[in-house]
Every structure is written in structure tokens, then in C-alpha cells.
């Protein structure tokens, strides 16, 4: 992101993650969008917050990451959500914040990174927490900061990545 708010990718682009419309990958940044103040590039999917406050997303869609209610990949940006505040594009899920505090989760949950109580993949974003001010998306796994100071976790647990001294996967934040 520049400073004049321009969104700008290059790379690998065999799911369209770039957002340029095409499936050729960049070796030189391609323009994206403008009035950008926030992104996230996740594992063959990116994720962009306007000045306005609205989400759009591009790339690989399998499990439903993008978070516009289908599973086509994309590779022009598409609108999936307003009032964003930040957002977390993680291996195959997507976190973000809402304006409004609440965190929303979308994708694959093969380990309940997505923190709903299910295992089930999403391709809308489901409420997952309130009173939040900032998420990141991780491999298989999820954790976000409450406006307490508290720190939450879920998904794999593998290698005690959670934190909570065990390796038991969490479905529930």
C-alpha cells in the first residue's frame, strides 16, 4: 500500500490472488485498487479494507476464504463485507474485524480455526467474538486480542501453538 492509498501486487498468480483480473503472475507490482487502508495475502488468496470500510477479496475460493457465499476463485476483486476495520487472510480461512468490534471468520475450519463450535467450512463470514481489536489468521489456527487485554486462541494445537499449555485442538475461542 502506498501512501496515496493505491494497492499494489506481484508474484505467483494461479488463483488470480493478485487481483488484476488475469492468472499471470508478476514479476513488477501491478496497480490494484485505490483508497486502500489495510491488506492481507494469505495462501493463494489476498484480502483488502478500503477507506470506506468495505472488504474486498480475490484468489483461491475452495473452502470458501473469500467469504462472498460461493467457491469459485476469483481474480478481480469482489465486495464480501462493509464496516471492516482489519482484516487476516490465513492458510485457507480469513479473519476480520468489523468497525464495530466483532470478529467474523470465513473458510476452511478442518480444525475449528474459524472458532464457531463447528468443524464446518464457511463461505460467509460467521460472528465469532465481540469487543475485539485485532486478529491474526494463521496456518490452521486463530487467535485475535479482546479491548481487555486478553489473548484467544483456536483452531490446531499442534506444537502447543495455542498456548494454552496443552496440544488439544479448540473449536470455541
Given at each position: 500500500?502506498?501512501?496515496?492509498?493505491?494497492?499494489?501486487?506481484?508474484?505467483y498468480n494461479d488463483f488470480g490472488q493478485l487481483g488484476d483480473g488475469s492468472t499471470t503472475s508478476k514479476n513488477t507490482p501491478v496497480q490494484v485498487a485505490s483508497g486502500v487502508v489495510g491488506a492481507s495475502a494469505g495462501y493463494y488468496h489476498s484480502l483488502l479494507v478500503k477507506s470506506?470500510?468495505?472488504?474486498?477479496a480475490?484468489?483461491?475460493?475452495?473452502?470458501?476464504?473469500?467469504?462472498?457465499?460461493?467457491?469459485?476463485?476469483?481474480?478481480?476483486?469482489i465486495h464480501t463485507a462493509s464496516g471492516v476495520a482489519s482484516v487476516?487472510?490465513?492458510?485457507?480461512?480469513?479473519?476480520?474485524?468489523?468497525?464495530?468490534g466483532t470478529l467474523w471468520a470465513m473458510g476452511s475450519n478442518n480444525f475449528g480455526q474459524l472458532?464457531?463450535?463447528?468443524?464446518?467450512?464457511q463461505s460467509t463470514p460467521v460472528?465469532?467474538?465481540?469487543?475485539?481489536?485485532?486478529?491474526?489468521?494463521?496456518?490452521?489456527?486463530?487467535?485475535?486480542?479482546?479491548?481487555?487485554?486478553?489473548l484467544w486462541a483456536m483452531g490446531n494445537n499442534g506444537?502447543?501453538?495455542?498456548?494454552?499449555?496443552?496440544?488439544?485442538t479448540r473449536i470455541l475461542p
Open positions: 500500500i502506498k501512501n496515496d492509498g493505491s494497492l499494489w501486487a506481484m508474484g470506506d470500510g468495505t472488504l474486498w480475490m484468489g483461491w475460493n475452495f473452502y470458501g476464504q473469500l467469504g462472498n457465499g460461493t467457491t469459485p476463485s476469483r481474480n478481480s476483486l487476516s487472510a490465513g492458510d485457507r480461512h480469513s479473519l476480520l474485524v468489523k468497525r464495530d472458532g464457531n463450535g463447528t468443524w464446518m467450512d460472528q465469532v467474538a465481540s469487543e475485539v481489536v485485532g486478529a491474526i489468521a494463521g496456518e490452521e489456527h486463530s487467535l485475535f486480542v479482546k479491548s481487555d487485554g486478553t506444537f502447543g501453538r495455542l498456548g494454552d499449555g496443552t496440544t488439544t
